[in-house]
Nanobody, 122 residues
Framework: QVQLVESGGGLVQPGGSLRLSCAAS????????MGWFRQAPGKEREFVAI????????YYADSVKGRFTISRDNTKNTNYLQMNSLKPEDTAVYYC???????????????WGQGTQVTVSS
């Protein structure tokens, strides 16, 4: 099994930056792709960004493209979500997730972290 632990959330003003981290442990070999999803109050959990563990191939939701960057450090079994130019509509609980294949579909991710709150407000 895989365990995921997120960190790095918090309160930031519009236009500010935050970096989220997700540390993986356990059966790392089973992970093909790491992803970030987010869920705002009253809304469904939505895809944000993914990165393949082997090749570092990335893909982003249109809403964050050009502002967010996902990266990984396989020596630390950790991936990162650098969030710049944050907007109030980015406010949500952000979840790290792991999948056995390259996918943006929420249902393909079988392992999830506990979530970290990101609030963008002045």
């Amino acid at each position: 099994q895989v365990q995921l632990v997120e960190s790095g959330g918090g309160l930031v003003q519009p236009g500010g930056s935050l970096r989220l981290s997700c540390a993986a442990s356990g059966s790392i070999f089973s992970i093909n792709t790491m992803g970030w999803f987010r869920q705002a109050p009253g809304k469904e959990r939505e895809f944000v960004a993914i990165i393949s563990r082997s090749y570092g191939t990335t893909y982003y939701a249109d809403s964050v493209k050009g502002r967010f960057t996902i990266s990984r450090d396989n020596t630390k079994n950790t991936n990162y979500l650098q969030m710049n130019s944050l907007k109030p509509e980015d406010t949500a609980v952000y979840y790290c997730a792991a999948a056995g294949k390259y996918s943006v579909r929420r249902d393909d991710y079988g392992t999830w972290g506990q979530g970290t709150q990101v609030t963008v407000s002045s």
